[in-house]
């Protein structure tokens, strides 16, 4: 029998480098438009009714996209459980860089009436196909080429992505926004980051093409172990650990959107803050989502992923009890030690996840698991948080927001409890631990079949 060759390997410094850019593009791309629905996407694409209904429309197309990713996880990890991480992940890039640019051009109510919210929303739909595909790649990218005892520290790269993205898209805005006329703004100012998003693509793509498949996917299709259908095989036997993983993402989803989009939104219409100035609080309050990251994905390396999630989970729970005091009180320091803290509970939660989700999947369903768990975990943890909090707000005053983000806390601390450990997991497995013999249920395809 002949042996078969060894897959070409990536270097460290590469797969660190396209695991995070892509994510720090995508995110860049996703971001933009969130901090457009806080801003302007009401009034220029919504009928000119009262402000509160304009918000209300902005944030329910926000959400739209949150509805698309998990289609795009289905799809896209369709393909990257079959045919390979890398073509996929281009694809997936090219999507949303395509749905983004688009927006940058898309005229407004005032020019083309109703059709401007309908086009509206199908590209940000295609922004949510595009980033449904985009996690779960990075993520196995990253984790299936890292070395024994770091998988949560690669697995942090594409982690590192949403935190340098939003520094982007809110340092791009903040700079348009002090360069720039209200009226400047409002006309033309607010497309320069959705164009601008083609070269960051371009330069994502270039880097992504370098890229050698995974040798964990790369030994698996050597031996001939993938699935007909993935789907199927997910939902028909690892059902549970994607509910498991996608309430463990709620906290992730509900801290950072409650304390950007909704926050942005109410800094400015209602507290007053100057853009330029709640942006700045923003772009400050990052940089602690960007250092909790590693943190804790150090920390889940080294005392496991349970424990590390279990302590911030716990403490997001309490952070609710902190939104009406701080957000509150309206001034400069408690607002942004608001900001701060939710921001930090964010990165320290957000960080083991990298490693965690590829984990709990065997390699012929991972990419359609990780990513399916993560983005059902958008869908109910995010994509109507700044429209609830934005109700809540109106009828019950910030306490209940807050109540709404230690609820989002605990359904995370459940399922985590509920979770094995997965640090010493083995990736190359086919069967989960528990599973038995993966061909009863998976219905892996080997030679001859």
């Not at 923003?282 to 302590?311: H, I």
Request: proline content about 6%.
């Amino acid at each position: 029998m002949t042996t078969s060759a060894q897959p070409p390997a990536n270097s460290t410094a590469r797969v660190a480098v396209a695991s995070f850019i892509g994510t720090a593009i995508e995110f860049f791309d996703f971001y933009i438009f969130a901090t457009a629905a806080a801003l302007i996407i009401g009034p220029t694409f919504f009928p000119k009714e009262s402000s509160t209904a304009q918000a209300l429309n902005a944030f329910v197309t926000f959400g739209i996209a949150f509805l698309a990713r998990p289609l795009g996880s289905a799809l896209f990890g369709h393909f990257g459980d079959r045919i390979g991480r890398k073509s996929t992940l281009v694809a997936s890039l090219t999507v949303m860089g395509v749905s983004t640019t688009l927006i940058g051009f898309l005229p407004g109510h005032d020019s083309i009436g109703d059709l401007a919210p309908l086009l509206l929303c199908v590209l940000r739909f295609g922004q949510g196909i595009g980033l449904g595909g985009e996690w779960g790649g990075a993520a196995l990218l990253a984790t299936e080429n890292a070395p024994p005892g770091k998988r949560a520290w690669f697995g942090m790269f594409p982690q590192l992505g949403p935190s340098v993205g939003f520094l982007l898209a809110n340092g791009l805005f903040l700079g348009l926004a002090v360069a720039l006329s209200d009226d400047q703004f409002k006309g033309w100012g607010w497309r320069v980051p959705f164009i601008f998003s083609a070269v960051l693509v371009a330069l994502g793509l270039y880097v992504r093409l370098k890229l050698h498949e995974t040798p964990v996917f790369a030994q698996a299709m050597q031996r001939q172990q993938r699935v007909k259908v993935p789907l199927a095989a997910l939902f028909g036997r690892h059902w549970l650990p994607v509910l498991q993983g996608a309430f463990s993402m709620v906290v992730c989803y509900a801290l950072f959107y409650i304390s950007t989009v909704f926050a942005l939104s109410y800094g400015t219409k209602t507290l007053h803050f100057s853009r330029p100035q709640f942006l700045g609080m923003l772009c400050f309050a990052v940089l602690f989502m960007a250092l909790a990251t590693p943190l804790s994905a150090w920390a889940s390396d080294r005392f496991g992923r349970k424990p590390v999630l279990l302590l911030g989970t716990a403490l997001a729970m309490a952070s609710g009890f902190a939104m009406q005091p701080l957000l509150g009180a309206g001034t400069f320091g408690p607002v942004t030690l608001f900001l701060v803290i939710e921001l930090f509970l964010m990165g320290f939660t957000f960080g083991p996840m990298g490693a965690l989700l590829p984990e709990i999947f065997p390699t012929p369903v991972r990419y359609s698991g990780a990513g399916i768990a993560y983005n059902l975990g958008g869908i109910i943890g995010a994509s109507i948080a700044p429209y609830i909090a934005q109700v809540l707000v109106e009828r019950g005053g910030l306490s209940w927001v807050g109540g709404y983000v230690s609820v989002a806390a605990l359904l995370s601390f459940i399922a985590v409890l509920s979770m094995r450990e997965t640090r010493e997991a083995d990736l190359a497995q086919v069967a989960a631990p528990d599973d038995g013999p993966a061909s009863a249920h998976t219905v892996i395809e080997r030679a001859g079949a």
